[in-house]
């Protein structure tokens, strides 16, 4: 049981106004709301570039126009946020169709796959998938599948630039200065990340279980319903145990509980397949109470009780402390997750990485755009120059948030010092 202990600071006004635009998506919005009636431009400003880099902007956008309340927004905000909804139809318009291109692809070849998240979360986490902020397509193949895959997405353009675990990353036409500005254009760069499903796990396989969806009258096919929401959670949980999570992440995944509300059935087979790997249990509950701490309940008792109700004590006092500073944190973020992280490794969850490599990283940061076959001098300038401000960026953070999190880890000791375990 905890101790009841308060939040270390007080909330500032810029963390308040992004707590009221993210209530704003609660149905019905509490009063709290009525704090974005009266913003000046520079906290306009500063809220629509957090909304943008946690992936709420269009949704935030479209929940104003539903509740007949975009008259709050100034005439510059409302027609920017009007001109992102029109670009990201066209960048979400020019997704869907190089998935359907390398769907037919992969088809013609006989591979055994299914799309991961994306737009596979529509329309149970998304409303309309022009509302969401995607950077790429995810692939599920099996194993002996792989290369070729591999081989048709090279023909198509793309290099593999990363492998990190079962992960192939593809990218082609990479431009190097791409900023905000470009976040809803519909730019020739595209990326697809392949997630190789090993013949070892072919008992607990995701892909003999997945289902063919209709997508405007194209049948893909993608995961099952359970299997989508425990991967989606799991993703969530990754983030969450990261540098920066994006907040959109949590809101799609409380849309989700949410539309399976009073699905009992959903929920029995939910914990059947989830209590098979302890981790997952654990995570769904960081997640789910995460959410809960900031916006509020939302998930049913079938559910919840499994899962929070599981969760370690250690685990349930960094969400009280730190939760809603980790939702409504700026990119790139902060270090404070890994104070969750260390202790959810006691109760079975590893971590990915090593608190001292999490901290003072011995790598240089991966390459953000990589050199091209005839590639110009002016363009390689170009990659150097963005690439070396990179690096002092992620220079900076280390420092700064590395210098935060050991100062934190000591008040941390001192909380759970006052919490009877």
């Known amino acids: 049981m905890l101790s009841t202990l308060a939040v270390p600071g007080s909330r500032s006004r810029e963390l308040e106004l992004r707590a009221a635009a993210l209530l704003i998506l609660c149905d019905p919005p509490p009063q709290a709301c009525s704090t974005l009636e009266h913003l000046s431009a520079t906290e306009w400003q500063s809220l629509l570039l957090w909304l943008d880099t946690s992936g709420l902007a269009l949704y935030f956008y479209d929940r104003l126009t539903d509740l007949s309340r975009g008259r709050i927004l100034p005439t510059d905000v409302s027609t920017r946020l009007q001109q992102n909804l029109a670009d990201n139809t066209a960048r979400t318009e020019g997704l869907i169709e190089e998935m359907f291109r390398i769907h037919r692809e992969f088809q ?12 596979s979360l529509w329309p149970s986490s998304v409303p309309r998938p022009e509302l969401r902020s995607q950077l790429d397509l995810d692939f599920l193949v099996a194993d002996e599948c792989a290369d070729e895959a591999g081989r048709i997405l090279e023909s198509r353009g793309y290099h593999l ?15 190097p200065g791409a900023s905000l500005r470009h976040l809803y254009k519909d730019v020739p760069h595209r990326s697809v990340e392949l997630h190789v499903e090993s013949r070892i796990e072919a008992r607990f396989s995701l892909l003999a279980r997945a289902e063919m969806r209709s997508f405007r ?9 359970v ?11 990754k ?11 949590l809101i799609e995944f409380r849309r989700h509980v949410i539309a399976r509300h009073d699905d009992t059935s959903f929920w029995t087979e939910v914990r059947a397949r989830a209590e098979a790997t302890p981790k997952a249990t654990i995570a769904l509950g960081v997640v789910t109470l995460l959410i809960t701490h900031v916006m509020g309940n939302f998930a ?14 250690s685990a349930r006092l960094w969400v009280q402390l730190y939760g809603e500073r980790t939702v409504l944190a700026s990119f790139p973020g902060s270090k404070l997750y890994l104070l969750l992280q260390k202790e959810l490794a006691s109760s079975g969850v590893p971590s990915r990485r090593s608190l001292r490599q999490a901290l003072l990283p011995l790598r240089p940061p991966p390459l953000i755009v990589h050199a091209n076959a005839n590639e110009e001098l002016s363009m390689r300038l170009r990659r150097y120059r963005a690439q070396f401000r990179f690096i002092l960026f992620r220079l900076r953070f280390h420092i700064v948030e590395g210098i935060r999190y050991l100062r934190e880890s000591l008040r941390w000791q001192q909380y759970m010092n006052g919490v009877a375990l």
């Open 239 to 249: 983030h969450v145990c990261s540098e920066f999570s994006r907040t959109a992440h």
């Open 227 to 237: 299997d989508l929401f425990l991967g989606q959670g799991m993703h969530a949980f």
């Open 217 to 225: 009258d194209v049948d893909i096919p993608v995961l099952s319903s």
């Open 108 to 119: 013609r070849a006989s591979l055994c796959y299914a799309m991961l998240k994306g737009l």
């Open 161 to 175: 630039r990363a492998i990190s675990g079962r992960s192939w990353e593809f990218k082609k036409n990479e431009t």
């Open 300 to 313: 049913p008792w079938s559910f919840a009780n499994w899962t929070i109700d599981r969760m370690p004590a």
